[in-house]
Structure formats: structure tokens, C-alpha cells
């Protein structure tokens, strides 16, 4: 059996258009079994954190092992990502230097209403940001 989640789709782009600070926290907010995650926290410095989360406790199970080599600079959290303001502030996270998301847009989800909750979202977790 897989021990892969999922495999982490442009893990390059993403890291490319996401780390401008390699000492910086960044946030997963989708982040499965953490395969992203675990490339990002590969490109920070032993002071760079990653606050993953997910709606799925099987993918916080799955994070958790993958990502236990980098100890307490991993903050796992279950949770959907639209209570991401309040989650941060939970764990006494106030500045933040990115935010990824990784979202499939289908038929069952209206493209308006995607952005709509996303631009609520954004409302919310901009304070976060440095
Ligand atoms: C394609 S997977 C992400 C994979 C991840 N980037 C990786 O590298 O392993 C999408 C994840 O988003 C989570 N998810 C979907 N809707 C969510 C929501 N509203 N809040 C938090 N997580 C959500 C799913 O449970 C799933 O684990």
C-alpha cells in the first residue's frame, strides 16, 4: 500500500511563488498528507515554521508522521480552512508570510461562490499577514 497521500502537484512552482522569507511561517491550508508541506519545510531555515490544516483527521494523522523530522517547528491543526483567522489566533500565530492552498474547482461548486468564500477568507487571515 501507498504511504503517499497524494503526490504534491507543481511542488516547484509552488515553492517558487510562495517563500520569499526562509526564516518565515508559512500555512498549508489544505495540507493532506503533507507532501507540500514537507517540501516547503525543507526550503526553510531551523527557524522557518509551517502551520498545516485539514478538514480530515486521516490527512492530520498521515502529516503528523511525515512530518515529525522537523519537530516543533510543524504546527498540525484539524479544520477547514474559511476558521483559519481563528485557528491562528488559537495558537498565538499573529504574522504569517503565506498561505497555500490547494483547491479543486468542479461543477458542484459555483466558480462565484468559490470566490466569494475565498475573498471572506481572505478578509480574515490578511491581518496575519507581515
Ligand atoms: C489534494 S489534497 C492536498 C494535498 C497536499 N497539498 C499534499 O501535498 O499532500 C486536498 C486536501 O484538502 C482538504 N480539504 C478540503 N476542503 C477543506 C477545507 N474546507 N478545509 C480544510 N481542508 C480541506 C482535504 O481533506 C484534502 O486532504
Redesign the pocket.
Known sequence: MST??????M?QEVLEGLLTDGDGTYV????????????ILSRLSITGRLIG????PA?IRM?TEKLLPYGNRVVLKE????RLGEILDAIEVHRIDGI?F???FGAAIPAEMMMRSLQLLCDKVMPHFK
Do not use: I, S, Y
Open positions: 503517499e497521500f497524494h503526490t504534491p502537484v511542488a498549508d491550508a489544505t495540507v493532506g498528507g503533507g507532501g507540500h508541506a514537507a517540501a490544516l485539514d478538514r480530515d490527512a502529516a479544520g477547514v480552512f474559511w497555500l490547494e483547491l479543486n
